[in-house]
């Protein structure tokens, strides 16, 4: 799919993908209405706005996943390593394309389909609705 496509696709969390756990249903409502936010901003062109969505959703990215991990390993260890492993992987290629994008390295729109679309959409909302109900069984 096209960038563009892409982006908006994380513009509408997807209820039927909610894992029946408080914390982290909520955070990923609030991880997809951050990025609804960040391609709207981005869409009309307002560079200090994105700029500052960009980075206060990476912080969120990150404040979920460490959130997720600590839910996770309550229920199954080792499914909460196998997540641990996931994000760590997230946050490595995040933080490179975020230092290249403010070494000029990387565009904007690059970080932003990263961010928004593999980030979210992918690992967020990825697999079969329900997956991460059943680990949490």
Known sequence: KGNHERAMM?????????CEHEII????????????QLVAAASA?????????????????E??????????EQSSPTVAAEHRREHEAQASKLGALYRGYLAGRV??????????YDALVERAAGGPPGQQRAFLA
């Open 10 to 18: 994380a513009r509408v969390w997807d209820p039927s993908r909610e």
């Open 107 to 116: 565009r904007r729109p690059e970080l932003i389909e990263c961010l928004v």
């Open 25 to 36: 249903d909520s955070d990923h409502r609030d991880l997809f209405a951050a990025a609804h």
């Open 63 to 72: 404040a979920h996943n460490r959130r997720e991990e600590r839910v996770l």
């Open 45 to 61: 062109g307002r560079t200090e706005a994105v700029d500052t969505l960009i980075r206060d959703l990476i912080f969120k990215v």
